[in-house]
């Protein structure tokens, strides 16, 4: 049978067992240096978000057969879903087992377009700065990998913020959309030529590959 394209999170990114894994929000600015000393910047395009990973040592036929699914990517062409392996759930849900049950939405979004406030959360949960959560909607479908500039906590009424995020939040994204804590995703292509295989011992090898977010729909 042939893969869909993204490749789900269950078909490639929960089938690696990743060691290392670096995940930067990429900037996109222009400088321009004023006789005063001081330097302006200017966005040039979207943030995005890029990852570098590494898998655990393994045997080489296990590290191929992850290889091969890789390749059904054809280079850049075609996207996969991936989340960042160091941190798949909230800091207070380490195994993601107070969250399985809630369902999170989007209840508002500020006008300035980088403040939201969720609803749906436990009462009393705390969201702490750096948590992760991703926003898929429409159709096509695009996808959006956001972070918490601050700790926001639920109230009586399951509702928490608003509360800073970066990057800023997309002019497709609304309120009443889902939210997911658990193991968010973005949907990344592969850098072209990043892909590679390397030994580790005289049985062990490890895959490497770069990966960087695209907002393209589908």
């Given amino acids: 049978m042939a893969l869909a394209f993204p490749i789900t999170r269950a078909n490639l990114a929960d089938l690696m067992l990743v060691e ?3 995940w930067t929000l ?21 943030r995005l978000w890029e990852a570098e990973c590494s898998t655990t040592p393994d045997s080489i036929d296990a ?12 280079g850049a062409i075609n996207s996969f879903y991936l ?15 107070l969250l399985a049950s809630a369902t999170v939405t989007i209840q508002s979004i500020e006008t300035n377009r980088k ?13 702490p700065a750096g948590t992760f959560f991703s926003v898929t909607a429409g159709s096509p479908s695009r996808t959006a990998l956001l972070q918490l500039v601050a700790s926001v906590t639920a109230s009586s009424g399951e509702v928490a913020g608003p ?13 009443t959309q889902a939210v997911t804590l658990l193991k968010p995703v973005a949907k990344v292509k592969l850098v ?10 005289s049985v062990l090898h490890r895959l490497r ?9 589908g």
């Fill in 115 to 127: 403040e939201l406030t969720f609803t749906g959360l436990p009462a009393g949960f705390v969201l």
């Fill in 83 to 97: 989340f960042d392996p160091r941190r798949p759930y909230p800091a207070t849900d380490p195994t993601g087992s």
């Fill in 26 to 46: 990429g900037e996109d600015q222009e400088l321009s240096n004023l006789g005063s000393g001081e330097v302006l910047a200017a966005d040039l395009g979207p």
């Fill in 163 to 175: 509360v800073e995020v970066r990057p800023h939040l997309r002019p497709w994204i609304a309120a």
């Fill in 209 to 217: 590959f770069s990966a960087r977010q695209t907002l393209a729909a």
């Fill in 20 to 22: 290392t894994a670096e």
């Fill in 63 to 74: 590290i191929e057969a992850l290889r091969a699914r890789f390749n059904a990517l054809d």
């Fill in 192 to 201: 072209p030529k990043s892909l590679a295989v390397t030994q580790v011992s």
